[in-house]
């Protein structure tokens, strides 16, 4: 699987959902390289501040060329996460054409709402050339029990691709973690923090099998998200 995160707004926290959802990943034994293609270089400060054995290869290629040189790259990984540019079309671009899918973080905020036009554009526009390219949005550092958090679902439906059932909020812990080059599960293996990575995950993976239609997916989430609004 290549997974892209990308959305042209920044702050939306692409780079915690990138490091987190390839440690993930890495937990299960498979090799996973996460490619930092953000002129900026987060992922790769993150990398750099972390004490003891990597859990994962990081690489920086914050260049237009990343859908042309990944091939060679990841020879010998089973998954790759880029972490994708704001503002950097050309980038953003090849990074989209690289993926096999694009998850688009989402803050339940109106500005991101409206920005999100944006990456939606630049992924229907490489859809032309790679049909099989899937996307969809996740709903990242959500405030619980306000009503935007609620809300942002339906304010998303004015776009063509899904919302996952699952969301992640707002902690203190993510930055904590992030400071010293470590991911969530190193912190609390059972903590919140981690289930709503790991569920991230588990939504990522339905939203690719080939064997759901895309009708089947979406009824699902249907269930799942009337259960949590059921639940609170």
């Known amino acids: 699987m290549i997974l892209g995160v990308l959305n042209q707004k920044g702050g939306v926290g692409k780079t915690t959902l990138s490091v987190n959802l390839a440690a993930a990943l890495a937990r299960d034994g498979e090799r996973v390289l996460l490619i930092d293609a953000d002129p900026q270089g987060s992922a790769l400060d993150w990398a750099a501040a972390r004490q003891g054995e990597p859990l994962f290869s990081v690489a920086g290629l914050p260049r237009p060329s990343i859908h042309k040189e990944l091939p060679s790259l990841s020879n010998g990984y089973e998954h790759v996460v880029i972490d994708g540019s704001p503002r950097v079309t050309d980038l953003a671009r090849s990074a989209i054409m690289a ?29 032309v050339f790679k049909e099989n390219l899937k996307s969809c949005f996740v709903i990242n550092r959500k ?14 439906a004015k776009y063509p691709f899904s919302v996952l059932p699952s969301s992640v909020a707002q902690r203190v812990v993510y930055a904590e973690v992030a400071a010293t080059g470590r991911s969530i599960f190193e912190v609390d293996n ?40 059921e639940m609170g």
Request: overall charge negative; hydrophobic content about 40%.
């Open 143 to 156: 405030i619980a029990n306000t009503a935007i958090g609620r809300d942002v679902r339906e304010a998303l």
């Open 190 to 229: 059972q903590g919140q923090a981690a289930n709503e990575i790991l569920a991230v995950l588990t939504d990522i993976r339905e939203f690719l099998d080939e064997r759901k239609t895309h009708h089947d997916w979406v009824q699902t989430q249907q269930s799942r998200t009337g259960s949590s609004r």
């Open 99 to 127: 993926s096999d899918i694009v998850l688009i973080p989402v803050q339940p905020s109106p500005y991101d709402i409206w920005a999100a036009e944006e990456v939606v554009k630049l992924v229907e526009e490489a859809q």
